[in-house]
Nanobody, 127 residues
Framework: QVQLTELGGGLVQAGGSLRLSCVVS????????AGWFRQAPGKEREFVSAMPWSGDNTLYEDSVKGRFTISRDNAKNTVYLQMNSLKPEDTAVYYCAVRGGGTFYYIPQRPGEYDYWGQGTQVTVSS
């Protein structure tokens, strides 16, 4: 069973930064695509960013382009989400997810495409 542990959420003022980490307990983490999603109260879970297991491409939701950066360190079994210039509308519970197998260049964007999920970490941006 693959387990994901998210770290790094918290309270920050608008314009500030946070770095989320997600440690994945998978023996072959390098062959997992990884993504971040978020869910605000009363809203559906939405895609934020993802990268294929090849690690050579990234995808972002339009509202976070230029502010958020996804990255991974396969040696540490960890995927990161660096969030800069945070806005109050970024407030949500953030989830990391991974998908095993598939083609090395594929970037899954829908929640149903992912196999394993973290427990979520709260990010609150005050105005």
């Amino acid at each position: 069973q693959v387990q994901l542990t998210e770290l790094g959420g918290g309270l920050v003022q608008a314009g500030g930064s946070l770095r989320l980490s997600c440690v994945v307990s998978a023996r072959t983490f390098s062959h997992y695509a990884a993504g971040w999603f978020r869910q605000a109260p009363g809203k559906e879970r939405e895609f934020v960013s993802a990268m294929p297991w090849s690690g050579d491409n990234t995808l972002y939701e339009d509202s976070v382009k230029g502010r958020f950066t996804i990255s991974r360190d396969n040696a540490k079994n960890t995927v990161y989400l660096q969030m800069n210039s945070l806005k109050p509308e970024d407030t949500a519970v953030y989830y990391c997810a991974v998908r095993g197998g598939g083609t090395f260049y594929y970037i899954p964007q829908r929640p149903g495409e992912y196999d394993y999920w973290g427990q979520g970490t709260q990010v609150t941006v005050s105005s």
